[in-house]
């Protein structure tokens, strides 16, 4: 059974930061893609960062400078660090990971992040 559990969401005032994690299970993390989404009300789930399998990184306009995706293949984890944060990251930010052969998609069940006064 496959799970991707994410942590470290909360509230955090505007220039502020966090840190989420994602443990992955069941699957062979090395060989995923690992990504981060996230979904405000009303809009569409967006990529916020990737990292491969080789740990080569892409990032949002939005983020670029701002956050920081990493991958340790021992613990089976992907962070985000998020600093200088802003009201627009407020969002339920979600863990993904795929593979292209024999293309498998998984989803973590999202943590909320708000950033507000």
């Known amino acids: 059974q496959v799970q991707l559990v994410e942590s470290g969401g909360g509230l955090v005032q505007p220039g502020g930061s966090l840190r989420l994690s994602c443990v992955a299970s069941?699957?062979?993390?090395?060989?995923?893609?690992m990504g981060w989404y996230r979904q405000a009300p009303g809009n569409q789930r967006e990529l916020v960062a990737r990292?491969?399998?080789?740990?080569?990184?892409n990032y949002a306009d939005s983020v670029k400078g701002r956050f920081s995706i990493s991958r340790d293949n021992a613990k089976n984890t992907v962070w985000l660090q998020m600093n200088s944060l802003k009201s627009e990251d407020t969002a339920v930010y979600y863990c993904?990971?795929?593979?292209?052969?024999?293309?498998?998609?998984?989803w973590g069940q999202g943590t909320q992040v708000t950033v507000s006064s």
């Open positions: 069941g699957i062979i993390f090395r060989i995923y893609d």
């Open positions: 990292i491969t399998s080789g740990a080569s990184t």
């Open positions: 993904n990971a795929v593979r292209y052969t024999n293309p498998r998609d998984y």
